[in-house]
């Protein structure tokens, strides 16, 4: 069974930071690219973030220069670092694996709420 499990959410105000993090099973995760995507209340789900299976990274114009998004094959996860938090940060965060243009698996999400 295939399973990505989000976790790190929470409440945080306006210029902190979270670490997010996302552990896969089940699955041979060194040859997914591994995303972020966020959904916003009432607005569609939206990239966020890819790492490939070599370790490139990839960015939504949004959040380049604040997030950064790493993995480790050994351990099976894949991290977003989110640093210089805005309101408009907030949502549910959700991690899938896939290949650069496809999601094959996603996580359950988990909330990230930054207060102004």
């Known amino acids: 069974q295939v399973r990505l499990v989000e976790s790190g959410g929470g409440l945080v105000q306006a210029g902190g930071s979270l670490r997010l993090s996302c552990v896969a099973s089940?699955?041979?995760?060194?040859?997914?690219?591994m995303k972020w995507f966020l959904q916003a209340p009432g607005k569609e789900r939206e990239f966020v973030a890819l790492?490939?299976?070599?370790?490139?990274?990839y960015y939504a114009d949004s959040v380049k220069g604040r997030f950064t998004i790493s993995r480790d094959n050994a351990k099976n996860t894949v991290y977003l670092q989110m640093n210089s938090l805005k309101a408009d940060d907030t949502a549910v965060y959700y991690c899938?694996?896939?290949?650069?243009?496809?999601?094959?698996?996603w996580g359950q999400g988990t909330q990230v709420t930054v207060s102004s």
């Open positions: 790492i490939s299976t070599g370790g490139t990274p």
């Open positions: 899938a694996a896939g290949s650069e243009r496809s999601n094959t698996y």
């Open positions: 089940g699955l041979a995760f060194r040859a997914y690219t």
